[in-house]
T-cell receptor, first 117, second 108 residues
Framework: GAVVSQHPSWVICKSGTSVKIECRSL??????MFWYRQFPKQSLMLMAT?????????EQGVEKDKFLINHASLTLSTLTVTSAHPEDSSFYIC?????????????FGPGTRLLVL | QKEVEQDPGPLSVPEGAIVSLNCTYS??????FMWYRQYSRKGPELLMY????GNKEDGRFTAQVDKSSKYISLFIRDSQPSDSATYLC????????FGTGTSLTVIP
C-alpha cells in the first residue's frame, strides 16, 4: 500500500496564531511531498513542492514566509501557517511521491480543514 | 489556454449506468495520465494511471488515453451509488497538472 496521513484532520484557531500541519508517509519513503489548498467545489491548487533536506519550491503567488514548509525526513513534511487570518481558512491536502518513482505516483493524505476565526 | 480542461458537471446518472468522464489537454509532452476520486471532505485517491497511449482496465473502471487527440477518458461500468464523488484527471511530464474535477452522483 501507500498510505499518507495528515494531522490534525481539522483545526480551529484564532486570528493571528500559527498552525502546524503534519504530513506523513506511513509505509514508504517520500523524497518529495506536495502541499495543496482546495476551496469548496474547486480543484486542487498546488502551493509548494517540498523536497527532503532542501528548501521548498513555492508556486507563484504563495508567500513562503506565510506558509513555512519543512521536510526534515523521508516520511515527514510539515506546513506551518503563520499568523493565520480568516482568509487562510481552507482545506489543506498533502501528497507524497514514492522515492525512486516518477511523478505519476502521488498519494494523497486525507486533508486538514482549517478554520480561522 | 489551460493545460488541462475538464467539464465540472455535475453529472447525475441512474445506478447501473455506464459513466464516461473526459479531459482534454494541450501539452503534447505529457506522458503520465491519472484519474483520482475524491469524496467530500477527503483527500483524492488514486484510481488509475496510464503511461502514454492505450487502455487500462481495473474492475469496473477503464482508462483510455488518446495522445493524438490529446484526450483521456475514464469509463465506469455498472455504476454504484458509492461511485458518487468528484473525479479529477491529472497528467504530468515535468510537472503535474490537475483538471478541475467532475462531480458525479449515481442515483439508486
Amino acid at each position: 500500500g501507500a498510505v499518507v496521513s495528515q494531522h490534525p484532520s481539522w483545526v480551529i484557531c484564532k486570528s493571528g496564531t500559527s498552525v502546524k500541519i503534519e504530513c506523513r508517509s506511513l509505509d514508504f519513503q517520500a523524497t518529495t511531498m506536495f502541499w495543496y489548498r482546495q476551496f469548496p467545489k474547486q480543484s486542487l491548487m498546488l502551493m509548494a513542492t517540498s523536497n527532503e533536506g532542501s528548501k521548498a519550491t513555492y508556486e507563484q503567488g504563495v508567500e513562503k514566509d506565510k506558509f513555512l514548509i519543512n521536510h526534515a525526513s523521508l516520511t515527514l513534511s510539515t506546513l506551518t501557517v503563520t499568523s493565520a487570518h480568516p482568509e487562510d481558512s481552507s482545506f489543506y491536502i498533502c501528497s507524497a511521491q514514492k522515492t525512486g518513482t516518477a511523478q505519476e505516483t502521488q498519494y494523497f493524505g486525507p486533508g486538514t480543514r482549517l478554520l480561522v476565526l | 489556454q489551460k493545460e488541462v480542461e475538464q467539464d465540472p458537471g455535475p453529472l447525475s446518472v441512474p445506478e447501473g449506468a455506464i459513466v464516461s468522464l473526459n479531459c482534454t489537454y494541450s501539452n503534447s509532452a505529457f506522458q503520465y495520465f491519472m484519474w483520482y476520486r475524491q469524496y467530500s471532505r477527503k483527500g483524492p485517491e488514486l484510481l488509475m494511471y496510464t503511461y502514454s497511449s492505450g487502455n487500462k482496465e481495473d474492475g469496473r473502471f477503464t482508462a483510455q488515453v488518446d495522445k493524438s487527440s490529446k484526450y483521456i477518458s475514464l469509463f465506469i461500468r455498472d455504476s454504484q451509488p458509492s461511485d458518487s464523488a468528484t473525479y479529477l484527471c491529472a497528467m504530468s511530464g515535468n510537472q503535474f497538472y490537475f483538471g478541475t474535477g467532475t462531480s458525479l452522483t449515481v442515483i439508486p
